[in-house]
């Protein structure tokens, strides 16, 4: 690990976010060419600076401040959007809370896994980590998309205020515990296991001041790829319009360019033969991205009046269930291969295709 920071990843935010002042003073459709590569550059950096604070940090804090960053991110923007856009966005935060769950649990797992198991052969990790998280996101994600469809004190796939707001409690002592038992309690169920490979584990950590400005020049990173993904949106929903595609493609792409840095980063992880890397991440943020979205929305739900739509529909239902499944028999050895990856990013393609083509 260098211990200075190559320049492209500190002029890399700053001119991502000059690239916005431009949107800001309405330049023409021809900019946007523009942001797409100044949003590329800030996902870019926003890794390198992930790994910079994850090799300071040491395993599992490194991952769990990636996955914490985005996820804050995240929810700022799903509030904001709601916010604005009033009832119409009532189905917004499980559009998009669904689409990151399954972006992580078989797009960017499947990818790692795929990835690992090319250069590899054959990986290894702690189970009793992974099968921790999977235990809580299981939980999670049954009570906050599932289970609204079968509640009756309302009519509809939603909550009443009162069962909004326990779940949120609900939400938020599960995935407090988790990151308990992952950063105190049981934090050697998310190191590498003996015997796995970690070239990392060996070099020296950045001085704490490059750490530093790491940190900060990430989180200007991550905030710079939400904006601009928020920036592109028009554009991109009046492209998938022009294509004939339902409109919830769009939340599907915003997610994908919001997840860009941790998948990156993942699939970083899992070359280097460090896949307990790439399961703490992915199923770090999953668990991150709902744990903390419910109870935000929950909050905004009150105070602004409106009804949050919150259960998934059938087709969604058996690809989640089958998404878990999956990745529950996959991870269920410890050791993983080419054909676990595989299986994961068919579900992932048949979840984008089902999405185009309903």
């Given at each position: 690990?260098?211990?200075?920071?190559?320049?492209?990843?500190?002029?890399?935010p700053?001119?991502a976010?000059?690239?916005?002042?431009?949107?800001?003073?309405g330049?023409?459709?021809?900019?946007?060419?523009?942001?797409?590569?100044?949003?590329?550059g800030?996902?870019?950096?926003?890794?390198?600076?992930?790994?910079v604070?994850a090799?300071?940090a040491?395993?599992?804090?490194?991952?769990?401040?990636?996955?914490?960053?985005?996820?804050?991110?995240?929810?700022s923007?799903?509030?904001?959007?709601?916010?604005a856009?009033?009832?119409?966005t009532?189905?917004?935060?499980?559009?998009?809370?669904?689409?990151a769950?399954m972006?992580?649990?078989?797009?960017?797992?499947?990818?790692?896994?795929?990835?690992?198991?090319?250069?590899?052969?054959?990986?290894?990790?702690?189970?009793?980590?992974v099968?921790?998280?999977?235990?809580?996101?299981?939980?999670?994600?049954?009570?906050t998309?599932?289970?609204?469809?079968?509640?009756?004190?309302i009519a509809g796939?939603?909550?009443?205020?009162?069962?909004?707001?326990?779940?949120?409690?609900?939400s938020?002592?599960?995935?407090?515990?988790?990151?308990?038992?992952?950063?105190?309690?049981?934090?050697?169920?998310?190191?590498?296991?003996?015997?796995?490979?970690?070239?990392?584990?060996?070099?020296a950590?950045?001085?704490?001041?490059?750490?530093g400005?790491?940190?900060?020049?990430?989180?200007?990173?991550?905030g710079?790829?939400?904006?601009?993904?928020?920036?592109?949106?028009?554009?991109?929903?009046?492209?998938v319009?022009?294509?004939?595609?339902p409109?919830?493609?769009?939340?599907?792409?915003?997610?994908a360019?919001?997840?860009?840095?941790?998948?990156?980063a993942?699939?970083?992880?899992?070359?280097?033969n460090?896949?307990?890397?790439?399961?703490?991440l992915?199923?770090?943020?999953?668990?991150?991205?709902?744990?903390?979205t419910?109870?935000?929305?929950?909050?905004?739900?009150?105070?602004?009046?409106?009804?949050?739509t919150?259960?998934?529909?059938?087709?969604?239902?058996?690809?989640?269930?089958?998404?878990?499944?999956?990745?529950?028999?996959?991870?269920?050895?410890?050791?993983?291969?080419?054909?676990?990856?595989?299986?994961?990013?068919?579900?992932?393609?048949?979840?984008?295709?089902?999405?185009?083509?309903?």
């Amino acid at each position: 690990m260098k211990l200075k920071l190559p320049l492209w990843t500190i002029l890399a935010p700053v001119l991502a976010w000059l690239s916005y002042a431009g949107i800001a003073l309405g330049w023409g459709s021809g900019y946007l060419l523009v942001v797409a590569a100044a949003l590329i550059g800030g996902v870019l950096a926003a890794v390198y600076h992930a790994e910079v604070v994850a090799h300071r940090a040491g395993e599992p804090f490194g991952t769990l401040v990636l996955a914490l960053a985005v996820t804050i991110i995240e929810v700022s923007l799903i509030v904001s959007l709601m916010l604005a856009g009033g009832p119409e966005t009532t189905a917004l935060a499980r559009d998009t809370v669904f689409a990151a769950v399954m972006i992580l649990l078989t797009g960017i797992t499947g990818l790692c896994l795929l990835a690992g198991g090319f250069h590899h052969r054959e990986q290894v990790f702690g189970q009793q980590g992974v099968t921790a998280a999977l235990v809580t996101l299981t939980a999670i994600l049954v009570l906050t998309l599932i289970l609204p469809n079968y509640t009756t004190s309302i009519a509809g796939p939603v909550y009443t205020y009162l069962q909004l707001g326990f779940i949120s409690v609900v939400s938020l002592i599960l995935y407090g515990t988790f990151v308990l038992v992952q950063t105190v309690r049981h934090r050697d169920f998310f190191l590498p296991p003996d015997g796995a490979a970690d070239e990392d584990a060996h070099a020296a950590p950045p001085p704490a001041k490059v750490a530093g400005l790491s940190f900060g020049l990430l989180l200007a990173c991550l905030g710079i790829v939400v904006v601009l993904a928020k920036a592109l949106s028009p554009a991109i929903e009046a492209g998938v319009v022009s294509m004939g595609a339902p409109k919830s493609l769009v939340g599907v792409i915003i997610a994908a360019v919001v997840l860009m840095p941790e998948g990156l980063a993942a699939w970083q992880a899992a070359r280097n033969n460090r896949l307990q890397t790439s399961l703490n991440l992915a199923l770090g943020s999953a668990l991150a991205s709902i744990g903390l979205t419910i109870p935000a929305v929950a909050i905004v739900a009150y105070f602004s009046g409106l009804t949050i739509t919150l259960g998934i529909d059938i087709k969604s239902t058996v690809l989640l269930v089958l998404s878990l499944i999956t990745v529950m028999l996959s991870l269920s050895t410890g050791r993983t291969h080419v054909l676990h990856g595989v299986v994961l990013l068919v579900i992932f393609a048949v979840y984008l295709f089902t999405t185009v083509v309903p």
